[in-house]
């Protein structure tokens, strides 16, 4: 079989190298010339673990290319993934002008049927519009079905996820393209991967749904860690009680600055925007945000208060990425944090292995540094943001040589609270109590 992928960021790119290691024939296609030039150089434009050796590999099969010519990957292809961008606009629902501007190029280039599938994360009704649009732009009739098939993939380890996914999701109304559908996928029944097939409205929704719990997770965990600080309980243990229960699970229940990256969001914006137009407000998904925006003004209430106030203070700054694996830095909390820190007269000294460049660039008063030990010199304090894992092990005598006072903010709960107070630094978390040096002893 041979398919082709509309869009190669992120999606894009990880979908059309997995799909060419199932077999799979792949043209990928971007009308960004720059970055089609790139990949046929073997140059990714993104940090994703694995992703780099995956398209070399497709690509010296002969199973991988690369084309800027919708014509091209429209005619090779029995299936076409739409898998670009859906970002939200001023009132939070998404943009759909890029998926339709596909469409309408599928469609102006088809020779015989196709099955055409979104791959973005869309919002109920895209599916049955991009078939108005692709009807309406369609020079000779010819026949076509739409699929919903959202990704799930975590940055940081989405090839895993695309290999081993926990589900397929597979929104259509023929049983044609459910069939084309399952074959494109048949690899993953060897390993009995569930598969959800459904309508398209319902599959559009499983995408946002999803996303929206896994957020209002990270929000609930938040909301209780400030209360554990507030009563003097463990945020830990309370999320390692309750997610020893099997209704709950642990996954998604660490506390910390507030989520980030490019889908929590953006699709809790999404769905809030949803609502709102069929006239059901999505009140939870609205807390879920509240209590997000309001986690990063409480960590910078945090750090003033940890340090004694920001003016004239010099902050060393670890992890810039909204999580560690990647250099996605789509709202992430560091940028938020740091902006918030830098406009009360903070000088921030910051280092991530993979998003430093781009994070200075966005905000341009960081003061770039070549390692955790160059960005806590002359520091006031040190700020654990991104648990990246070079950062799980740091050489705490080392840091108290070149730091101007030894304080840890560990803002992801990476460090035993008595260990870096055995070590002589204050240590500062989420959702548990401060710990001393002279606690330690």
């Known amino acids: 079989m041979h398919i082709s992928i509309v869009g190669t960021g992120y999606v894009g790119l990880v979908t059309g190298a997995c799909f060419a290691e199932f077999g799979v024939n792949v043209t990928c296609m971007d009308n960004d010339a720059g970055r089609i030039e790139k990949l046929e150089k073997g140059e990714v434009p993104f940090y994703e673990p694995g992703i780099t050796e995956l398209v070399a590999k497709g690509v010296k099969a002969g199973r ?193 600055p507030g989520f980030g990256g490019s889908c929590f969001p953006k699709d809790l914006a999404a769905l809030i925007q949803t609502g709102e137009r069929y006239g059901h407000p999505m009140q939870i998904a609205m807390a879920t945000s509240r209590v997000n925006e309001a986690q990063r003004k409480r960590m910078v209430v945090k750090i003033r208060e940890a340090v004694g106030g920001l003016e004239g203070k010099t902050l060393g700054l670890l992890g810039l990425s909204f999580k560690p694996n990647t250099n996605d830095l789509r709202e992430a909390p560091s940028l938020a944090i740091g902006k918030e820190l830098v406009a009360e007269g903070a000088t921030i000294r910051a280092y991530d292995p993979e998003a430093l460049a781009e994070a200075c660039r966005i905000l341009p008063q960081l003061q770039p540094c070549r390692d ?53 630094f204050i240590h500062v978390s989420v959702g548990r109590q401060p710990c001393y040096p002279e606690q330690s002893v």
């Open 64 to 256: 991988l290319s690369f084309t800027t010519d919708i014509a091209k990957a429209v005619d090779k292809a029995l299936v076409i993934f739409i898998a670009v961008g859906t970002p939200p606009r001023g009132d939070g629902s998404a943009d759909l002008s890029h998926v339709e501007a596909v469409g309408k190029g599928i469609a102006r280039h088809m020779t015989g049927y196709k099955v055409i599938v979104t791959k973005s994360t869309v919002p109920v009704g895209t599916g049955e519009k991009l078939r108005e649009v692709i009807k309406a732009s369609q020079t000779v009739p010819h026949r076509f079905d739409i699929v919903s098939n959202p990704e799930f993939l975590r940055e940081g380890s989405a090839i895993e996820d695309f290999m081993r996914p926990n589900r397929v999701v597979i929104g259509a109304d023929s049983e044609q393209a459910i069939a084309i559908m399952k074959d494109l996928y048949r690899p993953l029944y060897l390993i009995e991967t569930p598969f959800v097939v459904t309508d398209i409205p319902t599959a559009e929704l499983i995408k946002y749904a999803s996303n929206a719990f896994l957020a209002t997770k990270i929000s609930f965990i938040n909301e209780i860690a400030n209360l554990c600080e507030l009563v003097g309980a463990n945020v830990q243990h309370v999320a390692k009680g309750m997610g020893l229960d099997n209704r709950i699970g642990s996954k998604f229940l660490h506390a910390g």
């Open 372 to 424: 955790a030990y160059h960005a806590a010199e002359g520091a006031d304090a040190l700020i654990l943001m991104t648990e990246w894992n070079l950062f799980r092990n740091l050489d705490f005598d080392r840091l108290k040589v070149v730091m101007r006072r030894p304080l840890l903010l560990d803002l992801r709960n990476v460090y035993e609270p008595d260990k870096v107070a055995a070590a002589g």
